[in-house]
């Protein structure tokens, strides 16, 4: 009898740990989804739409551009998942087990970027004003799709119930990458473009010129790859991008949403254009080649009229390839510039820029000069330099080197980056608000937030991953959801949730102890 009574108990617990084991970890509360950047309204309603292999997206029938986005989302579960989800042109309102794409009867008050999310039992309803708006709807569906695996097998894979009611506080949400002190090729680069997508990230700043590389095929001036693209810091063999391969950059940004910032740095930072053409030196000589990490040496001569020839064809060129409304004309650091030189010299490019039908931004020492109304300062030292550029009816891009700059150490055991203006812990990177960092520049002076990674200690994209995340979604979260909604002590749980997406897309990243993870 006794027998029986421990067998049946056995039995009994067998049974319950494995209807424990069955149970989708995943909650079906989508208030507790871990989504980043953070939306501004949420509400749940305690079920879950289920994916399987009946699941069809849907996408408003005679819309190429839906029907990429709507592929887009197919190909990233399907890899999640190991469904097949198929993308159909939806000819009437899609029914049950459908994911539906539309465009139609949106609130145009969500502006560019917003979209509505509705999830119920038998549908996921995404609808936006715009089509970014359904990228970045896209991006959260990707979020909350819980893929626990049950017994060792992976799924079900379900979507909570309720409505999510999205749209970005900032309209600029970049990161930068330095190709120059170190090159990376087209394929690391799109690699890095694919996780900013992920983050709602709509801007990308390819900084293409400097000291240490020039890394734009211009077509009229062709030594500048064949000799300033030759080489990098350390010695390296450098590289370039033809005119054709920046083009598909652009193009793979656009299909995400993403807007390339090109950067031509100057007059100072211009080392390789100096060693290519002897003509933009003031002495008439040109310099050797430079790798080492040194700033502030070097010069365009800002009195010659050729050097305006020069950024005339680059700015043209450049431009040409360039969809986006910006053109960042660099501006830093230029110690070997006289500033009685420098201002007119600001005030010509902007002009420059002007004629190509590009809006300038420039590091905050532009506002030295005579800025137009249209052009942006991109603040990351001075805050006088910010002054500036707003009393003069500029806008700023916040991007201060204590906070914003992800190749910045987390701490002093970091085996990569630097720490001239901080160490930046992942709290750090994400306790801080664009609107009152500066006293005197508030909300409505400031078109955004970026996070620039240089990239002297930065030779390969496990090193870019490593220094971007976590940061990089902090920065996002800054540049997306108010102020008033983001708080670090809910923020770290939501970040430690991450780390199944980066795991899963084969990110290096710091486990830094400040998250939960
Ligand atoms: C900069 O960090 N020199 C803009």
């Not at 996921?124 to 049950?150: E, Y």
């Not at 994209?461 to 983001?486: C, N, Q």
């Amino acid at each position: 009898m006794k027998k029986i009574h421990i067998f049946q108990t056995i039995l009994i617990m067998m049974a319950m740990i494995i209807s424990v084991s069955c149970k989708p970890k995943e909650p079906t509360d989508l208030a507790k989804a871990s989504i980043i950047p953070k939306p501004v309204t949420v509400s749940a309603t305690g079920e879950a739409f289920t994916l399987n292999s009946k699941t069809a997206i849907f996408v408003d029938a005679g819309s190429d551009e839906l029907t990429r986005t709507g592929q887009y989302l197919a190909d990233k579960l399907n890899a999640s998942t190991g469904l097949t989800i198929v993308v159909n042109e939806a000819q009437t309102e899609p029914g049950k087990g459908s994911i539906f794409l539309t465009l139609s009867g949106a609130d145009q008050s969500l502006g560019e970027e917003g979209y509505l999310l509705t999830v119920t039992k038998q549908q996921v309803k995404l609808s936006a004003a715009n089509p970014a708006g359904l990228f970045m709807g896209v991006q959260t569906i990707r979020q909350i799709t819980a893929r626990d695996s049950v017994s060792g097998k992976p799924g079900p894979f379900r979507i909570a119930t309720g409505t999510i009611t999205d749209h970005p506080d900032y309209s600029y949400r970049g990161m930068m990458l330095d190709v120059s002190r170190h090159f990376f090729g087209v394929e690391d680069v799109k690699q890095v473009i694919e996780y900013l997508a992920f983050y709602k990230i709509n801007m990308f700043h390819m900084h293409l010129s400097d000291d240490q590389g020039w890394r734009i095929e211009i077509k009229s001036w062709p030594n500048l790859t064949a000799h300033g693209g030759s080489t990098q810091v350390g010695g390296g063999q450098g590289g370039f991008y033809t005119q054709e391969q920046y083009s598909d950059i652009v193009k793979f940004a656009a299909d995400r949403y993403i807007t390339v910032v090109p950067e031509i740095d100057m007059p100072g930072h211009t080392n390789a254009a100096l060693s290519s053409y002897p003509e933009l030196n003031c002495n008439g000589k040109a310099p050797d080649l430079y790798t080492g990490t040194d700033v502030g040496f070097s010069s365009l001569c800002t009195k010659k009229e050729i050097t305006y020839t020069f950024i005339d064809d680059v700015v043209r060129e450049i431009s040409a390839l360039t969809p986006g409304p910006f053109f960042h004309i660099g501006g830093d650091e230029s110690h070997a510039t006289k500033v009685e030189d420098y201002i007119p010299f600001i005030n010509r490019v902007q002009d420059i820029v002007a004629k190509y039908g590009k809006r300038v931004i420039g590091w905050d020492e532009i506002a030295l000069s005579t800025l137009k109304p249209n052009s942006v300062a991109q603040c990351w030292a001075s805050e006088e330099n910010a002054i500036k550029a707003i009393a003069q009816g500029a806008k700023i891009l916040m991007s201060p080197a204590k906070k914003a700059y992800i190749d910045m150490q987390y701490d002093k055991s970091t085996p990569l980056g630097l720490h001239w203006a901080a160490y930046i812990e992942v709290d750090d990177g994400y306790n801080w608000d664009p609107a009152s960092y500066i006293p005197g520049v508030g909300k409505e002076n400031i078109i955004g937030v970026e996070a620039p990674m240089w990239t002297e200690t930065i030779t390969k994209l496990d090193d870019i991953e490593y220094m971007m995340f976590p940061r990089l979604p902090g920065i996002a979260e800054i540049g997306w959801t108010p102020v008033s909604m983001r708080n670090w002590d809910e923020y770290k749980f939501r970040l430690a949730q991450h780390a199944k997406f980066f795991e899963e897309m084969d990110i290096n990243y710091y486990k830094s102890p400040r998250v939960p993870w």
